[in-house]
């Protein structure tokens, strides 16, 4: 009886011991099986990633190189960095620049592209990015019926000799292209202040800026609106009708533009291409887009023109919108902070 237990137990052993071994071949290949994949996916993870990086690295460069109003950077940074040296003119823009940071509580600036179309770009892109909606005479009537109005209503065929910045586009089909840019901006215009979510919205117009062909239209139609609103307030002085505001009767007292053929000739045709707004246009740009545009000219810096608002006359209910320039030709957007 003994030895048939102790048999029994023998083989009950062997046979464990066998299928043991069996399951630990198994097991062991199965745990070499797992590592392998794990190291391999792990693997994987780190090559998609890095491809990820690359990838987003690569977008980013690009968006930034098309990008025409960059993301914000610290303003004493900027200053540092554009006014180095201890000429008189680095150190008076530095003062200027702490001034701003320590006074005016501006601590950031968003760069904006240096060409003719700077000053309107960084206006129209701060009332995109604030949500302003439209002027109230722009809700009263359809700004795509302004060009249609001008050459046949009120009988200005020299809009045919407009000029579309750059491109300098002259003729017949002058009427046309009008008609897009006034489209352009008023389905941008309204489908962005209709936006209420801020970061959506500020996604919405680093989309549109990032397109040259696209905000040029919006530049252009608000040139036109800016060569209509001369063109309505010099008929009403010379039909004696109704007082306009003072900034007209400034700018049809200079030599270039003593009425809208000569203004749009000798002013507005150019900008974009070869010049900027001045301090004339500006007050007007301020007018027809009925928001106060407060600059802070750096080069003026210690004297009254330091801070100058256009225009100068405004209405309390106007959005407020903030520039500062080192030259009055290039602007940038500053960026407050409290």
Known sequence: GRHEVWSWTTATKESLCLMWQKVKVQ????????AAVFWYCRRLYSFLAQLLKRWSNYLQRKLLRNLSVLTEVDLLGYSAREWKGETKQ?????????????????KYLRQVRRDNYSVVRAVIFQIF???IPFPSWMKERDILKLPEKLLYSQGCNWIQQYSFGPERYTGPNAFGKLRKCMEALKTNWAEISATKDHEERGNMCNTLFSDESKEHKLYEAIKFIMLYEVVEAYEQIKNREETVHN?????????SSSDPLSFM???LNSIGDSICLDQVELFLLGYVLEVKIRVYRLHRFNTEEFQVNYPDEYRREWSEISLL???DRYYHIPLFRT
């Open 265 to 267: 000739m000798n002013h």
């Open 90 to 106: 680095a150190k008076h823009m530095r003062e200027a620049y702490e001034e701003l940071f320590w006074s005016c509580q501006i």
């Open 27 to 34: 097991l062991m290949l199965s745990m070499s099986f797992l």
């Open 325 to 327: 320039t080192e030259d």
């Open 129 to 131: 990015t604030q949500g």
């Open 247 to 255: 900034l007209f009767s400034i700018l049809f007292a200079r030599d």
